[in-house]
C-alpha cells in the first residue's frame, strides 16, 4: 500500500528563518510526488511536481527536491504570508482507480 | 497552474433541501475530476471519482444516493447533496485530473444545513 508521512505536523518559524518540511513516501511505483499549500478555508494551491531522484524545482522562497525515499520543501526567508498548510501527495492506482496519496501536512506559521 | 472553479462558495441551506455544487476546469479538459470533502484540521478525503459521460465511482462508505455525481462533460462535474441533513455539513471541494496524474483544486465550497 502506498503511504505518505509528512513531519513535523507543525512548524513555528520567526520571519526570516529558513527551515525545511519533510515528506516521506513507500509507493510501488512513483507517478510523481505534488506539493500543495493550502490556505485556511480554502482549496489546496498546485506548487510543484517532481519525478525523479535528484529533481529539484523552484518558486520565490520555496525548493522543492526529491530522492528516492523522501521529498524536501525548503523555505527560505519565510514571510508571514509563507503560512499555510503544505501537503504533499503521490499518486496511486488502487483497484484500477486513480487516487492521490496526501500526507498529513504539514502546518506552518511564520511569526512577524 | 491549471484553474478549476467552484460555485458557489458557500451555501446555507435547511434539513432535508438539495444542493448542487458546481465544478468546472476552465483552462482544461480534464481526464477525470474528484470530489472530496474535509473536515476541521483534517485531511482531504475522497468521497467520489468521476469520469466524463461515466457513472462515479464512489469511495467506501460514501452513500452514492445522497451524494450524487453527473459529470456530463470534460469541464464540468456536479455534485448534489440530497436530503441534505446537518451531519452533511462541511467543506467539499473538486479537483480536475490531467493524464500526468496532477490534480487541480477548486477553491471549495462550505456548505452548512441548519
Known amino acids: 500500500e502506498d503511504q505518505v508521512t509528512q513531519s513535523p505536523e507543525a512548524l513555528r518559524l520567526q520571519e526570516g528563518e529558513s527551515s525545511s518540511l519533510n515528506c516521506s513516501y513507500t509507493v510501488s511505483g512513483l507517478r510523481g510526488l505534488f506539493w500543495y499549500r493550502q490556505d485556511p478555508g480554502k482549496g489546496p494551491e498546485f506548487l510543484f511536481t517532481?519525478?525523479?531522484a535528484g529533481e529539484e524545482k523552484e518558486k520565490e522562497r520555496l525548493k522543492a527536491t526529491l530522492t528516492k525515499k523522501e521529498s524536501f520543501l525548503h523555505i527560505t526567508a519565510p514571510k508571514p504570508e509563507d503560512s499555510a498548510t503544505y501537503l504533499c501527495?503521490?499518486?496511486?492506482?488502487?483497484?484500477?482507480?486513480?487516487?492521490?496519496?496526501f500526507g498529513q501536512g504539514t502546518r506552518l506559521t511564520i511569526n512577524p | 497552474g491549471a484553474v478549476v472553479s467552484q460555485h458557489p462558495s458557500r451555501v446555507i441551506c435547511k434539513s432535508g433541501t438539495s444542493v448542487k455544487i458546481e465544478c468546472r476546469s476552465l483552462d482544461f479538459q480534464a481526464t477525470t475530476m474528484f470530489w472530496y470533502r474535509q473536515f476541521p484540521k483534517q485531511s482531504l478525503m475522497l468521497m467520489a471519482t468521476?469520469?466524463?459521460?461515466?457513472?462515479?465511482?464512489?469511495e467506501q462508505g460514501v452513500e452514492k444516493d445522497k451524494f450524487l455525481i453527473n459529470h456530463a462533460s470534460l469541464t464540468l462535474s456536479t455534485l448534489t447533496v440530497t436530503s441534505a441533513h446537518p451531519e452533511d455539513s462541511s467543506f467539499y471541494i473538486c479537483?480536475?485530473?490531467?493524464?500526468?496524474?496532477?490534480?487541480?483544486f477548486g477553491p471549495g465550497t462550505r456548505l452548512t444545513v441548519t
Open positions: 479537483s480536475a485530473g490531467r493524464v500526468t496524474y496532477e490534480q487541480y
Open positions: 517532481l519525478y525523479s
Open positions: 501527495a503521490v499518486p496511486s492506482i488502487i483497484q484500477g482507480a486513480q487516487k492521490l496519496v
Open positions: 468521476s469520469n466524463e459521460g461515466s457513472k462515479a465511482t464512489y
